[in-house]
């Protein structure tokens, strides 16, 4: 007897932004979060303090949260299968 009920399309795990960044490596990151936020549509980011990029990149992370795209868990934030499309950066790293 052969099985034919229609395929389930595969769930995707949401995606840590913690991890994420791991896999963008140290020296990357900055140039990373900075991409992001010119992304997120950030004006001048590439010119921000460092210190002010990783605030806003944390602001930005909390939009994502209010808009039903990520959740806030600890200090990382997961993030739904598609809340980075659209973004070039992160597609090799999801």
């Known amino acids: 007897m052969t099985d034919t009920a229609p395929a ?3 769930t ?3 995606l840590s932004w913690r991890a994420l960044e ?18 997120r549509g950030i004006e001048d980011a590439a010119h921000m303090p460092l ?3 990783q605030q806003r990149v944390e602001a ?4 994502l949260v209010q ?3 990520a959740t806030r868990d600890g200090e990382d934030w997961h993030l739904a ?5 659209g973004f070039p950066q ?3 790293l999801t």
């Open 8 to 10: 389930t399309p595969p």
């Open 12 to 14: 995707h795990a949401p």
């Open 22 to 39: 791991t896999r963008v490596g140290l020296d990357d990151l900055p140039a990373f979060h900075r991409a992001f936020l010119t992304w």
């Open 51 to 53: 210190r002010r990029v």
């Open 60 to 63: 930005e992370l909390n939009r």
């Open 67 to 69: 808009a039903g795209h």
């Open 81 to 85: 299968p598609d809340a980075l499309n």
């Open 90 to 92: 992160a597609l090799p």
